[in-house]
């Protein structure tokens, strides 16, 4: 077992290693900005889902708001998706949903992005909720004081406790395959 985890670790760390050098190749200014970023991950000017799925990713990462990727916010994020621990990886799916900043997540922001992964195709092919279903159904899950808001402790709670909350609000904690899937080929 130990040598099975050593050699994902290694894989982890050369993936890693191989998207930096794919942001220097494509941003030797430094800076990775929207367009590169979508670019990088091959996202269709004709998904409009996708693009704004990927500007949420992107403005989660920025973390001193200056519209642009630096070496280092890139870097953190690889590894948040690469190798963060499962607590830091809710933390940043938190942030993903939270658009309006107030740390606390209401039905409008939970809906918007459940609407998004849906037109992506992300959802389990076995739901047949409408977005406001599931909405209605997490925030009956999560939302432990009934206040109508998921605070960030709650978030992070009713995901860990409850596997279908995971599913549905799609905290992928296996968000590699997907950075790996989506990221355009080394060249």
């Known amino acids: 077992m130990g ?12 993936r890693i290693q191989e998207l930096c050098i794919l942001f220097m ?14 670019r990088i991950f091959r996202v269709p000017s004709s998904s409009a889902e996708e693009s704004l799925y990927m500007e949420t990713i992107f403005r989660s990462f920025d973390t001193n708001q200056d519209n ?4 280092i916010e890139y870097v953190a994020a690889l590894h948040l998706i690469l190798r963060g621990n499962l607590e830091d990886r809710l933390k940043w799916s938190f942030k993903m949903y939270d658009k309006d900043g107030n740390g606390k997540l209401d ?26 279903e599931i909405c209605d159904r997490i925030f009956v899950q999560v939302d432990q004081n009934k206040d109508g808001q ?8 009713g995901a860990q406790q409850d596997e ?24």
């Open 3 to 14: 040598q099975e985890e050593s050699r994902n670790e290694e894989m982890d760390l050369a």
């Open 25 to 38: 190749k494509e941003c030797p200014s430094g800076a990775l900005h929207l367009h590169e970023f979508k």
């Open 68 to 71: 642009a990727l630096d070496f």
């Open 107 to 132: 039905r409008k922001e939970v809906k918007c992005i459940i609407r998004i992964i849906g037109k992506l195709n992300l959802l389990s092919s076995d739901v047949n909720m409408s977005p406001s």
């Open 150 to 157: 998921i605070s960030l402790s709650e978030f992070i709670e």
């Open 164 to 187: 279908w909350v995971m599913q549905m609000l799609k905290l992928d904690v296996n968000a590699s395959s997907w950075v790996i899937q989506n990221c355009g080929k080394l060249t």
